[in-house]
């Protein structure tokens, strides 16, 4: 599978921004997707997860409230709604396809995710 994340940019604390992921080269439909972020000298981690039908989602406790993630699977992309944007929130984020199709159950773990690609770079300044 094949990745791009668009969207990034550069805002100010308490802003919003809503970042995108075209996916291409596997039936999209079927798979679970996830947004992770990464910030300078710290490991990726999980933001934001949604099933292959759309019906669960999950997040971090630290973007609960303020984030939110939705799938057009006619569009084969995934988005990712952000809302009170903090400074903390400044990393580049990834999304990615879980390895597996038809999991109701949401992964956190970047493991079970493939496909990852070029991220988008997020700045949130204070």
């Known amino acids: 599978v094949q990745l791009q994340a668009s969207g990034g940019g550069s805002v100010q604390a308490g802003g ?4 995108s992921c075209a ?6 439909s079927r798979f679970g997707a996830g947004w992770f972020r990464q910030a300078p000298r710290k490991e990726r981690e999980f933001v934001a997860g949604i099933s292959w039908t759309g019906g669960t989602t999950e997040y971090a406790d630290s973007v609960k409230g303020r984030f939110t993630i939705s799938r057009d699977n006619a569009k084969n992309t995934v988005y990712l709604q952000m809302n009170s944007l903090k400074p903390e929130d400044t990393a580049v984020y990834y999304c ?3 390895h597996t199709p038809f999991r109701h159950s949401i ?3 970047p493991a079970s995710y493939d496909g990852w690609g070029v ?5 949130v300044s204070s």
């Open 16 to 19: 919003s921004l809503r970042i």
């Open 23 to 28: 996916a291409s080269g596997r039936p999209f």
């Open 96 to 98: 990615a396809v879980e």
């Open 107 to 109: 992964q956190t773990m």
């Open 119 to 123: 991220g988008t770079l997020v700045t």
